[in-house]
């Protein structure tokens, strides 16, 4: 079914009855969270549940600092730069899958694996980029990927082939990579190291030098992830509505392309009305054996998630975890406080 190969994003904190028509006459894959749909732990909770009711993911971007979908119900997370820098990486993996299960979220749609560039990711992503060279950030991503897995929880490396030498936001526009082989190949070490534990890598609309945004380039998505690192697990395309996307047709067309070019999950996070037509174009415009390929990448990423929800650990009350998310952003605060002693 075309639909399976689809996350997309309702508008408030209930569905809706005209969003319960569409996702009961074409199920997507999963249902995406936002802070819009955010309002109390047992909400949250119960729509989590209302959506696994119909056999859908549920999946949320929950990094931690910039990125904290869940802060107003279980307080601020630690951004996974100020864990890896601490060695906790793997903690705030933890506390993410932990605080995800505990709401019924099976996916979190990080960590972030992109480098931190001066000049560029520096300033567009900030806290969401870890320190150091390449290794430094592999190891990171790795280690909070340990953590979600602990807790039942999948998660998604991103933005592939990386965003950490541009210097546009792709929510707004488009941002060109300097073609540099030496600087690409240490924009891929991160992911190429973490990929296959994660078995799902998120494709950015970062373009290179023929202007083709990553998402929508059979070069990136198709060849370069497939051919040249080898990754035959699942490939989520980002939010397709992005303005990075805004000259490359409308919603439906963006969805055919992605599809083509490599993308498995197509996300249309917040246009649902459109969500229809764009199910009709991947079914009408994209052959059979490309769609089932993508079919077939996405279950098995499903049992690589009910093979980690059958291992974890179960998750503890949430005034418990909310304090252990305190304890690590406290310890966090105090080892960045300047010395009281001689200098």
């Given at each position: 079914m075309t639909s399976r190969l689809f996350g997309v994003g309702v508008e408030?904190?209930?569905?809706?009855?005209?969003?319960?028509?569409?996702?009961e006459r074409l199920p997507p894959r999963g249902v995406i969270l936002f802070r819009r749909n955010i309002e109390t732990a047992a909400q949250t909770a119960d729509l989590a549940r209302r959506i696994r009711a119909?056999?859908?993911?549920?999946?949320?971007d929950q990094e931690g600092g910039p990125v904290d979908r869940l802060r107003h119900i279980l307080g601020?997370?630690?951004?996974?730069?100020?864990?890896?820098r601490r060695g906790a990486a793997r903690e705030a993996g933890e506390l993410a899958g932990e605080a995800c299960s505990r709401l019924g979220v099976s996916v979190d749609l990080a960590p972030v694996v992109d480098r931190l560039v001066a000049g560029a990711s520096e300033r567009i992503l900030g806290d969401r980029c870890v320190e150091g060279g390449s290794r430094a950030v592999?190891?990171?991503?790795?280690?909070?990927?340990?953590?979600?897995?602990?807790?039942?929880?999948g998660g998604c490396v991103k933005h592939f082939p990386g965003l950490g030498r541009a210097v546009a936001d792709t929510?707004?526009?488009?941002?060109?990579?300097?073609?540099?082989r030496r600087e690409r190949e240490r924009d891929l070490e991160p992911f190429s190291r973490t990929m296959r534990r994660a078995r799902a890598v998120m494709v950015s609309h970062a373009a290179g030098p023929d202007g083709i945004p990553a998402?929508?380039?059979?070069?990136?998505?198709?060849?370069?992830?497939?051919r040249k690192l080898g990754f035959d697990?699942?490939?989520f395309s980002d939010d397709l509505e992005m303005g990075a996307l805004a000259a490359f047709g409308q919603l439906a067309e963006r969805c055919v392309r992605a599809c083509r070019a490599g993308c498995d999950l197509l996300f249309v996070c917040s246009r649902i009305d459109e969500y229809p037509d764009c199910v009709s174009a991947v079914g009408e415009q994209v052959t059979l054996r490309r769609r089932s390929a993508a079919a077939k990448r996405l279950d098995a990423y499903e049992r690589h998630l009910r093979r980690l929800r059958d291992a974890a650990r179960p998750p503890r009350p949430l005034s418990r975890l909310a304090a252990a998310i305190a304890r690590l952003r406290d310890d966090s605060n105090r080892s960045a406080l300047p010395s009281e002693g001689v200098n």
């Open positions: 408030g904190p209930e569905l809706t009855p005209k969003e319960e028509a569409i996702l119909r056999g859908l993911l549920v999946f949320i601020a997370s630690i951004s996974l730069r100020e864990a890896a592999a190891r990171a991503g790795s280690a909070f990927l340990a953590g979600l897995h602990s807790r039942g929880v929510h707004a526009e488009l941002p060109r990579v300097p073609v540099s998402s929508l380039s059979a070069t990136i998505a198709g060849r370069l992830l497939r697990g699942a490939a």
